[in-house]
């Protein structure tokens, strides 16, 4: 079988605008990005920050209704 790779499918970057091989990184809020493998710890990282922030912001609005 062949080897499967996480940047797979392509496109242009969402970070660097390059046109590159991507991987999707996904929101909670359901909206998705792509990312190329030299932007892919920055893409990581920036999708991790809005997502514990927009969980909060719910948790949030949820406890004051």
């Known amino acids: 079988m062949g080897e499967k790779t ?35 710890e920055f893409a990581r990282m920036d999708v991790r920050q809005f997502n514990l922030a927009e969980m909060a912001f719910r948790e949030k609005q949820q406890t004051a209704q």
């Not at 996904?26 to 909206?31: A, C, I, L, R």
Request: aromatic share 8%; net charge negative; proline share 3%.
């Open 6 to 40: 996480m940047f797979s499918v392509e496109g242009i970057c969402d970070w660097c605008k390059q046109p590159k091989l991507l991987t999707r990184h996904e929101y909670v809020d359901g909206k998705a990005h792509h990312s190329c493998e030299t932007c892919n």
